[in-house]
C-alpha cells in the first residue's frame, strides 16, 4: 500500500500539490508579495546597503530585530521573479517539507510516531494551506533551524556553533524563543552540557529581541492587550480544539516513559508559549498556520498509544486510509477555494491591465488595497469596510468570498449588481458594477 513507503508517499503528496500549483498558476498575493517583489531589482544593484537598510529601520523603527530578513526574502522570491510566481510557490512548497521533515526528526529522537501520519495530519490541518499560499511568512523557518538543531546537536558539537544558531532562533522571528522549552526539556533528559550551550544562545537571543521590542517604541510588536481582548483569543475555537487535544494528551503519557513525558511537556509548553505569544495580535487565520507543526507531532502519539495497546496491523492499514481520505477532504475543501480564488486574482489582475478607462475601485481588505494600487495601473483602489458607506449611485467594487463575503450583503436590497466582465472562472474574487437608488 501507498502508505507502506515513505519516499513514495513523500513524492505523491509533493507532486499532487505541484501539480495543482501548475494548473492554477497563482500570481502574487495580496499580502507582502510585491514589496518583496519590487525589493529584488534594488538588491541586484546593492545588496548589502539595501538589506543593513532594510534591517535596521524594522529594528529600531519597527522594534523586530530580524538579520537574515532581506536574504530570505531574496532567496524565496527569486525563482519566481526570474520565471513565474507560481515557481516561486512550488519552491515554498518544498521550503515547507523540509521545515516539517527536520522538525520531526528532531522530535522523534525523544518520542515515537510513524512519519506517515505526522506528514499527512501536517497537511490535513486547513491552516496549513496558508504556508503554502502566503510565501511570505517566514514563521517556517523557526521550524528547520530548530529541528535541525534538536536532531543533530550531540555532546561532541562545536559549543560556539551550537551558541549562535540557537542565538539566531528568536531572531528569525519571535516565535524562534518557543524552542527555549523543548531544549529545557532535552537537557533535563539527556543532563549534557552541549543542551545547555544552546540554551544560554536562546536566552541571549530572547533577551536581544527583547530590547528591540520593548524599549525602541517598535509598531511591530506592541504589547496591549486587555484581559477581554487576551481571554477571546485563548477562546478561539482553534485554541479550545487544542486545549481538549493537550487534555486527553496527559491521559494518555501517563503510561510513556519518563523521558518520553518530560519532552511531551516540553513541546506542550512551547505550543502553549506560541498561543500566548499570539494571544496579543487579532487572530488571522495564517497565525493558526504553525499550530500544524506540533499537532502533526502531538496526534501521532495517540496514534501509537492506541496501536500498541490493540496490538492489531489492521488498525493501521485503517489509520491510514482514513488520513488520505481526509487529506483528500482538506485539499477541496481548504486548498482549493484558496487555489481558485488566486487564480481569479490573477484574472481580474489581466484584465484591469487591458482596461484602458481609469476606475474607481473599492474593496474591502487594507493591505489588499495597498497592493493592488502599486500594480502601476491606471485605476484607483480604495479601502472601504462597509460599501453602504460609499456616497455614488454607480461605482465598481470587488467581491472577495474568501476575505469578506459579507461586502455585497448591504447592497443587493437597493442595487442592481453585474459582474464586470465575466472573465472569473471561479467566482471567488472578481469585479462587480453596482447601480444603486439611494434616497
Avoid at 291 to 299: A, D, E, K, N, P
Avoid at 327 to 354: G, H
Wanted: charged residues 15%; aromatic residues 22%.
Amino acid at each position: 500500500m501507498l502508505i507502506k513507503n515513505n519516499k513514495y508517499l513523500i513524492t505523491t503528496i509533493l507532486s499532487i500539490y505541484t501539480i495543482l500549483f501548475l494548473h492554477f498558476e497563482p500570481p502574487w498575493g495580496l499580502m507582502d508579495d510585491y514589496r518583496f517583489i519590487y525589493l529584488i531589482p534594488e538588491l541586484f544593484k546593492d545588496f548589502l546597503f539595501v538589506s543593513f537598510e532594510i534591517v535596521t529601520t524594522r529594528a529600531f523603527d519597527r522594534g523586530m530585530l530580524q538579520p537574515f530578513f532581506v536574504l530570505e526574502k531574496f532567496i524565496q522570491y527569486l525563482p519566481g521573479y526570474l520565471t513565474k510566481p507560481y515557481i516561486s510557490y512550488i519552491f515554498n512548497l518544498f521550503i515547507i517539507f523540509l521545515c516539517h521533515l527536520y522538525f520531526y526528526k528532531g522530535v522523534s529522537r525523544f518520542i515515537k510516531i510513524r512519519y506517515s501520519s505526522s506528514i499527512l495530519i501536517f497537511f490535513i490541518w486547513p491552516f496549513t494551506n496558508d504556508l503554502l499560499f502566503l510565501i511570505s511568512l517566514e514563521e517556517k523557518l523557526i521550524f528547520l533551524l530548530g529541528g535541525l538543531l534538536i536532531y543533530k546537536i550531540k555532546e561532541n558539537s562545536n559549543n560556539l556553533i551550537i551558541f549562535f544558531s540557537t542565538f539566531f532562533l528568536p531572531l528569525i522571528k519571535l516565535q524562534g524563543s518557543i524552542f527555549l522549552f523543548i531544549f529545557i526539556a532535552i537537557y533535563l533528559i539527556e543532563k549534557k552540557k552541549i543542551w545547555l550551550v544552546g540554551i544560554y544562545g536562546l536566552v541571549c537571543g530572547v533577551l536581544l529581541q527583547a530590547y528591540f521590542i520593548f524599549f525602541n517604541q517598535g509598531d511591530y510588536f506592541v504589547y496591549n492587550s486587555s484581559f477581554e481582548k487576551l481571554f477571546n483569543n485563548f477562546l478561539a475555537r482553534e485554541h479550545i480544539l487544542i486545549f481538549f487535544i493537550i487534555l486527553f494528551l496527559f491521559f494518555v503519557i501517563n503510561k510513556k516513559e519518563k523521558n518520553e513525558q518530560i519532552f511531551i511537556f516540553g513541546l506542550v509548553v512551547s505550543l502553549f508559549s506560541l498561543i500566548f505569544i499570539y494571544s496579543n495580535w487579532n487572530l488571522y487565520g495564517y497565525l493558526f498556520a504553525t499550530y500544524s507543526f506540533f499537532l502533526s507531532m502531538i496526534l501521532p502519539i495517540f496514534e501509537i498509544s492506541i496501536l500498541s495497546k490493540f496490538n492489531k496491523a489492521y488498525l493501521k492499514e485503517i489509520t491510514s486510509i482514513l488520513l488520505l481520505i481526509s487529506l483528500v477532504f482538506s485539499m477541496f475543501v481548504f486548498f482549493l477555494p484558496r487555489a481558485e480564488r488566486w487564480s481569479d486574482l490573477n484574472s481580474t489582475i489581466e484584465q484591469l491591465s487591458q482596461d484602458t478607462s481609469k476606475k474607481i475601485i473599492y474593496y474591502c481588505g487594507t493591505e489588499g488595497t495597498r497592493w493592488l494600487s502599486e500594480l502601476n495601473l491606471i485605476h484607483e483602489f480604495k479601502f472601504i469596510p462597509n460599501p453602504s458607506d460609499i456616497s455614488e449611485k454607480d461605482f465598481f467594487l470587488i467581491k472577495d468570498d474568501y476575505n469578506c463575503n459579507y461586502f455585497t450583503d448591504t447592497l443587493v436590497e437597493y442595487c442592481y449588481l453585474t459582474k464586470f466582465p465575466s472573465y472569473q472562472n471561479y467566482e471567488r474574487f472578481y469585479l462587480l458594477y453596482a447601480n444603486c437608488i439611494k434616497s
